[in-house]
């Protein structure tokens, strides 16, 4: 996918939505072979994601989410028993690191064995104070409830959220090239509810039942209006369902869809990173506010948590090939959050210096003008939608 074309999908995606509201759910396509003009063959688009064999569909994709999902699990263990017993090491699940892009995956093999050492440090996390770095040996642990490296970085996150890009939306573009390519095993209709499962939603798109990436997407969506990235998502997949039922006259609208699905699924991962870097922003001014003591210590952890998240979802996507923003962007955005790969972080600066809040509104700014979002769309991202 080239990233003009991605970008034009931001400007599509809308449109062909609207075009499918105003012809009351027909979509006039053009045949390639009719030398007589358009086709008179319409598609008929439903209301509601329908699949006669969902599970069976999705076998190796419910797999991938299981494995992320449990491998979570063992991560929030081994914060539960940080500092208080001795917490074993954590694998990487085959599934999951199969569909994850080599660059990521290298990374995960390096943050769980840290991860694993800063659970089992024998001190909290140590904060190096203003202009200071950690000390030598030093493995990190807990600030607060949070479990951090000895840099301030919140492993789990990087782990978990960043594969949400690296593991999950790269096996979605296996699977969207796959339906694409007419590939062995993506023939049929069936593989849409692969792409419904990858991004954690369930057939009927319910708001209180989803999963990984789905979360997100419904976070930055209007729930009552049914508006936003999780919506539009819906319509999506729905749609090109559709048009893989109706058989080859609809192509083009099948291969719209599915573009403007990742597109929908990047723009959400992103408007996400900027939720995180706002709240990152509110919750160090309201720790910085309170007197040295453990409340204190948790609500710089939570800061802490909140920042990790921003910087995993930024992350995940270095290196992805079809996307909109580039992996130079993502380095900048990295440098941000002084969190760039192949370098030693240094989160625990925003700790001890309130003038990277900087950083983070740059971040913002940033995302605003890469994905064209305007000030009200960003200023919505800051909330979390939940049912």
Not at 193 to 198: F, K, P, T
Not at 242 to 267: P, Q, V, Y
Not at 304 to 311: Q, W
Request: some cysteine; glycine content about 6%.
């Amino acid at each position: 996918m080239k990233q003009n074309k991605m970008k034009n999908t931001i400007c599509t995606s809308k449109k062909i939505a609207l075009s499918l509201l105003v012809v009351g759910g027909l979509f006039t396509s053009c045949s390639d072979d009719d030398d007589n003009g358009p086709s008179t063959s319409t598609l008929e688009i439903p209301d509601e994601y329908v699949s006669t064999n969902f599970n069976a569909n999705v076998v190796a994709e419910n797999m991938v989410v299981d494995e992320l999902s449990t491998m979570t699990s063992a991560f929030n263990a081994a914060e539960s028993n940080a500092q208080i017993e001795t917490v074993a090491e954590i694998p990487y699940p085959a599934t999951l690191s199969s569909v994850t892009l080599p660059s990521y995956r290298a990374l995960m093999n390096d943050w769980l064995v840290e991860l694993v050492a800063s659970a089992n440090s024998s001190d909290g996390f140590q904060n190096p104070g203003f202009g200071g770095s950690p000390a030598i040996g030093q493995e990190g642990g807990l600030l607060g409830t949070r479990l951090l490296d000895e840099n301030g970085l919140e492993l789990e996150q990087m782990l978990q959220k960043g594969s949400f890009g690296a593991a999950l939306y790269n096996h979605a573009i296996t699977v969207v090239n796959g339906i694409k390519n007419g590939s062995a095993g993506f023939e049929d209709s069936g593989a849409i509810d692969r792409l419904v499962e990858i991004h954690g939603a369930d057939t009927a798109f319910d708001v209180s039942n989803t999963t990984a990436a789905a979360i997100y997407s419904r976070r930055r969506s209007n729930l009552t209006a049914e508006t936003g990235f999780f919506f539009d998502i819906k319509r999506n997949l729905i749609t090109a369902k559709a048009a893989i039922e109706a058989g080859s006259d609809f192509t083009i609208e099948r291969d719209l869809e599915l573009d403007d699905f990742l597109m929908n699924w990047e723009l959400s991962n992103y408007a996400t990173v900027i939720y995180y870097c706002h709240a990152t922003k509110v919750q160090l001014t309201a720790a910085f506010a309170l007197a040295d003591g453990p409340a204190k210590d948790v609500a710089l952890g939570n800061a802490l948590h909140a920042y990790a998240e921003g910087v995993a979802f930024a992350h995940g996507f270095k290196g992805i090939s079809e996307k909109m923003i580039t992996d130079t962007e993502i380095d900048a955005i990295l440098s941000d959050f002084l969190a760039v790969e192949g370098q030693t972080p240094e989160s625990f600066r925003f700790l001890n210096e309130i003038d990277l809040f900087a950083n983070l509104d740059a971040v913002i700014a940033d995302l605003q003008a890469i994905y064209s979002f305007t000030d009200a769309e960003v200023t919505s991202f800051f909330v979390n939608n939940n049912p």
